[in-house]
């Protein structure tokens, strides 16, 4: 479910026109909640990995297609990186095997990765 919605505003983020943005180049009204998303995608590609879903590099290839879609550069670019990583290494500090708490934070960051993907969606699509 959470990876048909980012696709979603994948293709949203792809066909939106610039009226979203202030100053072209400068940030879009829906930049922190990109920013959420990117740090959510960091830790479902580590806390997946631990939790025993064989799926490579699944999350941080949604990452890149959002990066992608959105086609960031400098400063917003790297923003949506760091926050990706902070996902990663956030969880990375503190589970070095799936814990019953560990499939909790997965589900949560599931469901909130999907609700933040419609509230793009339908705010700021075409």
């Known amino acids: ?3 048909r919605a980012l696709i979603i505003v994948i293709i949203a983020l792809t066909a939106a026109q610039s009226p979203a943005r202030a100053v072209e180049g400068g940030p879009a009204p829906y930049d ?4 959420r998303l990117a740090e959510i995608l960091g830790a479902l590609h580590y806390l997946r990995r ?3 879903a064989n799926e490579g590099q699944k999350w941080r290839n949604e990452m890149q297609a959002l ?3 959105e086609t960031p550069s400098g400063d917003r670019r ?3 990186q760091v926050r990706f990583n902070r996902g990663y ?3 990375q500090q503190t589970y070095r095997i799936c814990t019953p708490a560990a499939d909790l934070v997965i589900r949560r960051y ?3 990765g ?3 993907a419609r509230e793009i969606t339908a705010r700021y699509s075409n």
């Open 78 to 80: 790297n923003r949506l």
């Open 32 to 35: 922190g909640d990109l920013q």
């Open 89 to 91: 290494r956030g969880f």
């Open 1 to 3: 479910m959470f990876k």
């Open 114 to 116: 999907a609700k933040i």
């Open 110 to 112: 599931l469901d909130e």
């Open 67 to 69: 990066l992608d879609a």
């Open 50 to 52: 631990i939790c025993g």
